[in-house]
Antibody
Framework: QVQLQESGPGLVKPSETLSLTCAVS?????????WGWIRQPPGKGLEWIGYMYHTGNTDYNPSLKSRVTISVDTSKNQFSLRLRSVTAADTAIYYC???????????????????WGQGTLVTVSS | SYELTQSPSVSVSPGQTVSITCSGE??????VCWYQQKPGQSPVLVIYKDTKRPSGIPERFSGSNSGNTATLTISGTQSMDEADYYC?????????FGGGTKLTVL
């Protein structure tokens, strides 16, 4: 059974960099799948941040792309999120998740996230 | 960009059937999945590829997608189904979520 667990600072100062790690158990990241991040501001809806394949392929939300980096560490079986130049608008619960997809003929036409980590609240405040 | 629209809230009596809709331009040409999120918990996948149920999800959850609207239907709704429900699709390598629908079981 695949399990994901987020970790990282719960408080980040404005203009600094938010850094989170997601530890994966029950599956080797290097075996496949994309691994991603989704966030949810308190009391609001879900927002996709991005995901990454263990070989380095990435896709990011265009609205966050200029500030986001997702990386994978297969030796530790974990992946990470870095979000630069944060503001109060980046305050949210951050979830990591495994991306699954339906692909035919070398192209994919459906993706979904399963399972999800428990989430970690990151507050941006001085 | 692409927008998915959900009604903010819907209510249902226990044992009844409820439909939660998600609308978007030509949404029927894309695949849709649905997540259930209970207070203080992570989202859980309940439907993927429009109509598929992951293992462990009760048969009372079903999905459809046609035209501009995808629908999550819960038959014989139980009090444990009270939650927020989010639709999600994927287009041009970008993931889009609907705003969520709060389901109240009265």
């Amino acid at each position: 059974q695949v399990q994901l667990q987020e970790s990282g600072p719960g408080l980040v100062k404005p203009s600094e960099t938010l850094s989170l790690t997601c530890a994966v158990s029950g599956y080797y990241i290097s075996s496949g799948y994309y691994w991603g991040w989704i966030r949810q501001p308190p009391g609001k809806g879900l927002e996709w941040i991005g995901y990454m394949y263990h070989t380095g392929n990435t896709d990011y939300n265009p609205s966050l792309k200029s500030r986001v980096t997702i990386s994978v560490d297969t030796s530790k079986n974990q992946f990470s999120l870095r979000l630069r130049s944060v503001t109060a608008a980046d305050t949210a619960i951050y979830y990591c998740a495994r991306r699954e997809a339906y692909c035919t003929g070398g192209s994919c036409n459906s993706v979904w996230f399963d399972p999800w980590g428990q989430g970690t609240l990151v507050t941006v405040s001085s | 960009s692409y927008e998915l629209t959900q009604s903010p809230s819907v209510s249902v009596s226990p044992g009844q059937t409820v439909s939660i809709t998600c609308s978007g331009e030509k949404l029927g040409d894309k695949y849709v999945c649905w997540y259930q999120q209970k207070p203080g918990q992570s989202p859980v996948l309940v439907i993927y590829k429009d109509t598929k149920r992951p293992s462990g999800i009760p048969e009372r959850f079903s999905g459809s997608n046609s035209g501009n609207t995808a629908t999550l239907t819960i038959s014989g709704t139980q009090s444990m189904d009270e939650a927020d429900y989010y639709c999600q699709t994927w287009d041009s390598s970008t993931v889009f979520f609907g705003g969520g629908t709060k389901l109240t079981v009265l």
